[in-house]
Nanobody, 124 residues
Framework: QVQLVESGGGLVQAGGSLRLSCAAS????????MGWFRQAPGKEREFVAT????????YYLDSVKGRFTIFRDNAKNTVSLLMNRLKPEDTAVYSC?????????????????WGQGTQVTVSS
């Protein structure tokens, strides 16, 4: 059974940091693009960051550039999102996803596997 399981969410004050992790199991994701998306209450799911299979290429939502960093460890089948200088508007459920056969992509429909998500709440 293919699974993506996120961890690391929580409550943090504005300006603080969190590191989200996504552990994959059931298949190897080392050839897949991986991504992070988020969904705030009452809003549509939003692309946050993506990374190609080797980690050489990344792409970010404009509002998180310079604050968030996506990276992966193919040996451990994990992808992580380091979030610095968090803002209240970053509050959302964050989910990781895998896009087999894709390079970096911001399109949700190109991702086949999804985790359940982890809550990130940033207080002002």
């Amino acid at each position: 059974q293919v699974q993506l399981v996120e961890s690391g969410g929580g409550l943090v004050q504005a300006g603080g940091s969190l590191r989200l992790s996504c552990a994959a199991s059931g298949r190897t994701f080392s050839s897949d693009a991986m991504g992070w998306f988020r969904q705030a209450p009452g809003k549509e799911r939003e692309f946050v960051a993506t990374i190609n299979w080797s980690g050489d290429f990344t792409y970010y939502l404009d509002s998180v550039k310079g604050r968030f960093t996506i990276f992966r460890d193919n040996a451990k089948n994990t992808v992580s999102l380091l979030m610095n200088r968090l803002k209240p508007e970053d509050t959302a459920v964050y989910s990781c996803a895998a896009a087999p056969g894709r390079s970096i992509t911001i399109k949700p429909y190109e991702y086949t596997y999804w985790g359940q998500g982890t809550q990130v709440t940033v207080s002002s």
